[in-house]
């Protein structure tokens, strides 16, 4: 029972933590995912997006991460008022801060990667099973992005009150909405 | 606590009869569960423990340790529920 209980609330805190609370919590982990994410040359350049890059200072770490969560939070807020008519802004920002934790685990995994160049993956294909760091952070990243989409959605249903297709069809879209607008930002910032 | 629901087959119960505990007189007809006697025992205590709070939602969340939307994600469902039951 007691282990029961831990694993919802890996899946879905936000019964437990929301508002400010889950935003310090979150944004907490986000700026150590930040940190940890510029000296591994993991970029989180989108909404739900990361990549292994080279040269990423702090500050364009920071500023990724600052596109992403201004970009999920507000497409989202606009999305839950369209479908919820109770809903607070610091529910959304919290809720979608703290769903970004499990990306820190994607930030440190990049500290054992060697990047391999575009044009070395182009001319040889395989070189990537030749790197056993980025062949384990390809395999881990898989379940690590689907608990963070599936955090937030948890984040979002519980911050609307919404339930059923509605809710589903709004979390959808914009996500999709957030991803767009966060990769436009990010296009004419850098 | 009252049963609302029956038992067998979860059809909404209807009061039959009531006996006065003093002169034994019982009183039979067919009424409609007040409104309130209606829901589930854990909302009926959601709602008590709401109107103890004098309807703080922040001071409910910290007495049920849930975050503020559960709490008003779960007062919204009674709301819903008393809704249908008036209609």
Redesign the interface.
């Known amino acids: 029972m007691k282990n029961k209980f831990r694993w919802n609330l890996l899946y879905n805190p936000?019964?437990?933590?929301?508002?400010w609370q889950?935003f310090a919590v979150g944004i907490l982990i986000v700026l150590l995912s930040g940190l940890i994410g510029s000296y591994a040359g993991i970029a989180f350049d989108g909404a739900i997006d990361t990549h292994i890059t080279e040269n990423l200072t702090i500050k364009e770490s920071f500023l990724l991460l600052g596109i992403d969560i201004v970009s999920v939070v507000v497409i989202l807020f606009i999305a839950g008022l369209i479908i919820s008519k109770?809903l607070?802004f610091v529910?959304i920002l919290g809720t979608m801060t703290l769903a970004r934790a499990p990306l820190i685990l994607l930030a440190i995994l990049g500290l054992i990667v060697t990047p391999v160049s575009a044009e070395e993956i182009m001319s040889n294909p395989m070189a990537i099973l030749h790197n056993p760091g980025l062949v384990i952070f390809s395999v881990i990243s898989i379940p690590i992005v689907i608990w963070f989409i599936a955090l937030m959605y948890n984040g979002f249903r519980?911050?609307t009150?919404a339930k059923g297709a509605k809710m589903i069809v709004g979390f959808i879209v914009g996500l999709i909405a957030a991803e767009i607008v966060s990769k436009i930002l990010i296009f004419q910032l850098f | 606590m009252l049963p609302s629901k029956c038992p067998s087959c979860q059809t909404q119960l209807k009061v039959k009869s009531l006996l006065c505990e003093s002169c034994h007189t019982e009183v039979s007809g067919l009424y409609d569960l007040p409104l309130l006697a209606q829901l589930l025992p854990n909302e009926q205590d959601f709602i008590v423990k709401f109107v103890r709070s004098s309807g703080s939602l922040k001071e409910m969340a910290k007495e049920l340790s849930l975050s503020y939307p559960t709490v008003r994600n779960l007062l919204n469902d009674i709301i819903s529920k008393i809704n249908n039951y008036e209609k």
Request: charged share 30%.
């Open positions: 936000f019964t437990k933590i929301a508002g889950a109770r607070r529910d519980v911050s009150g």
